[in-house]
């Protein structure tokens, strides 16, 4: 017996959108305003470029290779103690953690200098200092410098807030200095917020030059945000770089922040990344002593001074805004309103899946064969998951912690290859199935109604571990509902194009990451990691391979050719 339309109720899925409805009101009056930057009392104090720079220079001569826990990072680790202890002012300290350097446990370390304020609220300024490729002039040899001379203005003046600033071990890509630094901290709960000095010196600036994107679905601190911006503005001429609200909600979605800030933000500290040179880490042929400009150097190094200056100087801790949002020209948007939007555009789908599957056992259809038969749909897409995990277990696929450099990972012949192996066991599974009956043409009478409770189910399951991801992916479990319509030529393709247009926000959310992170051709080889390392976590893979075998097996559906009745 075929699924017909009466086992659809179009009326209880109507009725099943009032909900949403009520989440674009809520959106409408949850807009709140952007708080204002936080402006210096005083003009901040002339920052050094000249001597930063030469700092630069000395860095480079005496130690032109610095991986993490190398002895070249060593060498100037011991030049940043011994400057810091050049401040009377300041308490010298140094940390200690595990790392890891070419497969090998290493030491590394955080040199600190501590300046004590007024208050025990706290400012926290810090800059990495090894480079895992290349001499690092423009990033981490800048930032070094520039922690340097930074230090010394601010030793020599009286501040409100104590003053931590540190030159971190690790690459300054994941954080781990910073992360140390941060847990080391005798009063945590006093830091108001932590400044990361992210590629200064860069000859050729690009945008953002605010960094604020973290490693989960957390928002950054909006009014630190503004804070940077209006130095930046004022110091370097460099003006706000907002991404759109989509490429935001993308962010959100596919959590990619890259830098020391992003995992902070991940733990709820309140932090940004004030960078010449955007988010992504300068590659090596952009990173040598050629391409350290002193200009961009000194105009940003005073940019970090008037950031510190006004937070030193703010009468209150700075406002960090909802714990996730999007910024829409002068107004936030609550996270949790997103959500509930996601939630009721899912729940109509799968309130009329369950009542189609109810209606189809009383109507004698064997729901148990469906479900079966829709759960088999997403086997291709299981097997191919399940090969990546394998080859990251195996170390064909790096797992390195996130957030990692893009570019210590691109998409070489290797790659390619194992690329290529994942997307042959896919389809070599889809060939099995095929050959078991498991097709469009034999699905049971009760197909459409279980790839809906399939694929409902797994939107709902995504919802709960990342409601922006679910909010983007929520239209593929609409899709089914074209599948129940009379056979024909209509009906194909209003299948094939509502399965198409469904998945175009998902891609656009991916194509949107890649190009902030400028990517590139290496883009799927970046997400591949981004699953084998865990950021991608199994609680969004599982349920995503459920919901686009749901998307095949409605499309499976539509473009099958029933077998023609047997003649008597």
């Known amino acids: 017996m075929p699924l017909s339309g009466p086992l659809i109720d179009l009326r209880l899925y109507r009725l099943a959108f009032i909900p949403t409805v009520l989440a674009v009101i809520a959106i409408m009056f949850s807009l709140e305003g952007i708080p204002g930057p936080v402006e210096p009392a005083t003009p901040p104090a002339t920052f050094e470029g000249d001597r930063a720079a030469a700092q630069v220079r000395q860095i480079l001569e005496l130690a032109p290779e610095r991986p993490p826990g190398s002895a070249g990072d060593a060498r100037i680790a011991d030049l940043v103690g011994e400057r810091f202890g050049e401040i009377p002012a300041g ?70 807030r104590t003053f931590v600033l540190a030159s971190t071990g690790g690459d300054g890509t994941s954080g781990a200095g910073v992360a140390s630094l941060i847990e080391s901290l005798p009063e945590r709960d006093a830091v108001e917020a932590v400044v990361v000095i992210s590629q200064p010196g860069a000859r050729e600036r690009r945008p953002p030059h605010v960094v604020d994107s973290s490693s989960d679905s957390n928002s950054g601190p909006i009014q630190l945000e503004r804070t940077a911006e209006l130095a930046l503005q004022s110091q370097a001429q460099a003006q706000p770089d907002e991404p759109g609200a989509f490429t935001q909600l993308a962010r959100l979605a596919i959590p ?68 996730t949002y999007l910024r ?71 797992t390195p912690d996130f957030p990692f450099d893009p570019g210590l990972y691109e998409l070489g012949t290797g790659a390619a290859i194992t690329i290529a192996a994942i997307v042959a066991v896919a389809l070599a599974s889809a060939v099995l199935l095929r050959s078991r009956g498991v097709t469009g043409s034999r699905a049971p009478g009760a197909a459409a109604p279980a790839l809906g409770v399939i694929g409902s189910v797994a939107c709902l399951v995504i919802w709960l571990a990342n409601p922006y991801l679910a909010l983007l992916v929520a239209p593929l479990a609409h899709v089914w509902l074209l599948a129940t319509l009379a056979p024909g030529a209509a009906r194909t393709a209003l299948v094939v194009a509502g399965a198409a247009l469904a998945c175009l926000p998902a891609i656009a959310a991916l194509a ?34 459920f919901l686009g075998g749901a998307l095949l097996g409605a499309v499976a559906i539509a473009i099958a050719r029933r077998p023609a009745p047997a003649q008597r």
Request: aromatic content about 2%; overall charge negative; hydrophobic content about 50%.
């Open 91 to 160: 308490t010298v300290s140094e940390q200690d953690f595990a790392g890891e350097l070419d497969g090998e446990d290493v030491t590394l370390r955080n040199v600190v200098l501590t300046l004590l304020g007024d208050s025990d609220q706290t400012v926290v300024v810090v800059a990495p200092r090894a480079s895992p490729r290349g001499p690092g002039a423009a990033s981490s040899a800048a930032a070094t410098g520039l922690l340097i001379e930074l230090a010394s203005s601010l030793g020599v003046a009286d501040h409100e």
């Open 256 to 323: 990619s922040g890259l830098g020391a800030q992003a995992p902070l933000i991940a733990e709820g500290v309140d932090a940004v990344a004030i960078s010449s040179a955007g988010e992504r880490p300068l590659a090596e042929p952009d990173d040598g002593p050629d391409d350290l400009s002193a200009e961009t150097l000194d105009a940003f190094g005073r940019s970090v001074q008037s950031t510190v200056g006004a937070l030193d100087t703010a009468p209150a801790e700075p406002v960090h805004g909802p714990g």
């Open 328 to 398: 829409l020209a002068d107004n936030l948007l609550a996270g949790w309103t997103l959500a509930l939007l996601a939630l009721t555009l899912i729940v109509p789908a799968l309130v009329v899946s369950i009542d189609a599957g109810a209606r189809a056992l009383r109507g004698g259809l064997d729901m148990r064969a469906a479900l079966a038969w829709a759960a088999a749909r997403s086997l291709p897409l299981i097997g191919a998951l399940a090969l990546l995990y394998a080859l990251a277990l195996v170390g064909a696929i790096p």
């Open 512 to 545: 949107a990451v890649a190009g902030a992170l400028d990517l590139g051709g290496d883009a799927p080889w970046t997400f591949a990691i981004m699953v084998g390392d865990g950021q991608l976590g199994l609680a969004l893979t599982a349920p995503a391979c």
